[in-house]
Every structure is written in C-alpha cells, then in structure tokens.
Antibody
C-alpha cells in the first residue's frame, strides 16, 4: 500500500526558505506514470495547490507561487522535495504531499495523500 | 486564470440527498474531481473523472459534470458524511481547487 510522509522543520523564520521532503513508501516514484505534488492549507482556509513533478523532472507550478517555489525529485531515495523562498506569515499552513494521476490534457486528480505537516512562519 | 466556485455551506437532514455544486466556465469540457476532508484529517479523493468513485468510497456518493457545473450528490446522507468537500479541475497545466463547501448533517 502506497504511503506518503512529509517531513521538515515546523518553524521557519520570515524571509528564510521553507524546505520539506515527502518520502514515498510502498511503490517507486520512478518508472511510473504518476505525478508527485504539494498542496497547502492555511489555518481555517481551503486547499491551495503549490505544484507537481514527474519522475523525469518536468514540473508544473501554481502561477501565484512560481517565483518562490522549487520542487525536485530524488528517485534514488524515493523522495520529492519542496522549497519556498522568502517566506512570510502568509505561508503558515499545513503542507501535504500527494500522488497525482493524469488522463490527458484535461485531467488531474490526487488519489493518495500524506498526513500533512504544519509549518509556522514566525520569528 | 481559471476559477471554480462552490457554495460555502450546504445543510441536509440524515437520510436525505445532498447536492454540492462546483461552477466554472465550460467546466463540463474538463474533468472534475471531489475530495472530502474531515477536521484534522487529510483530504480523501471521493470522485474522479466526473463520476468515478474512488477506491473504498460508498455507492451513495456520485458525481456529474455538464455545461458549467459539476455536482457531487450524496444519497441517504449519514452523519459520518459531515465534512468539507472540495472540487478540483485541471486547466492550463495547473490544478484549480474550489473554495470548499461545509456539509452539515442536521
């Protein structure tokens, strides 16, 4: 059974870079047709997609975050990572990683999610 | 940029049918999916590709998508269905979430 687990610091200072890793167990990242993505949810608010990556390294980003976000994949360790630079209090959220499936140009859904990790931006 | 919108809240009596809508320009030309999120938990995929139930999802959950509106329908709503529901579409290589609908089972 595929499982995803987020990890990283729970507290980040303003203006610094937030770094998280998602470890995938129960199946390989490479050699599959899935995408691997990050989603966040500020306290009391809705879901916001951050971006997704294919095992080949091709990426898709939310245009509103693209200038500050980098997603990378480490197939040797079956992990993918998120970096958000120049963080502010508005980046405080629960961060989820998830597996994405695509069916052509008009379809993308996420069928396996991690439990999420809370990141607070504060000095 | 593409947007989809949902009503903030929907109420339903136990045993009745709940309908949650998701509206977007020509949404019917894309695939819609739905997630259920209970307090303190991760989202769970409920419906994908407009009307396919995800693994382990009860038959009382169904979906449709036509024109500008996708709809999540829950027949015979149970207390355990009380949760936030999010619709999601894919447009111009980006994931688009609706703002979420809080379903209250009264």
């Amino acid at each position: 059974q595929l499982q995803l687990q987020e990890s990283g610091p729970g507290l980040v200072k303003p203006s610094e870079t937030l770094s998280l890793t998602c470890t995938v167990s129960g199946g390989p990242i490479s050699g599959s047709s899935y995408y691997w993505g990050w989603i966040r949810q500020p306290p009391g608010k809705g879901l916001e997609w951050i971006g997704s990556i294919y095992h080949s390294g091709s990426t898709y980003y939310n245009p509103s975050l693209k200038s500050r976000v980098t997603i990378s994949v480490d197939t040797s360790n079956n992990q993918f990572s998120l970096k958000v630079s120049s963080v502010t209090a508005a980046d405080t959220a629960v961060y989820y990683c998830a597996r994405g499936s695509r069916g052509g140009e008009i379809n993308y859904y996420m069928d396996v999610w991690g439990r999420g990790t809370t990141v607070t931006v504060s000095s | 940029s593409y947007e989809v919108s949902q009503p903030p809240s929907v109420s339903v009596s136990p045993g009745q049918t709940a309908s949650i809508t998701c509206s977007g320009d020509k949404l019917g030309d894309k695939y819609a999916c739905w997630y259920q999120q209970k307090p303190g938990q991760s989202p769970v995929l409920v419906i994908y590709e407009d009307n396919k139930r995800a693994s382990g999802i009860p038959e009382r959950f169904s979906g449709s998508n036509s024109g500008n509106t996708a709809t999540l329908t829950i027949r015979g709503t149970q207390a355990m269905d009380e949760a936030d529901y999010y619709c999601q579409a894919w447009d111009s290589s980006t994931v688009v979430f609706g703002g979420g609908t809080k379903l209250t089972v009264l």
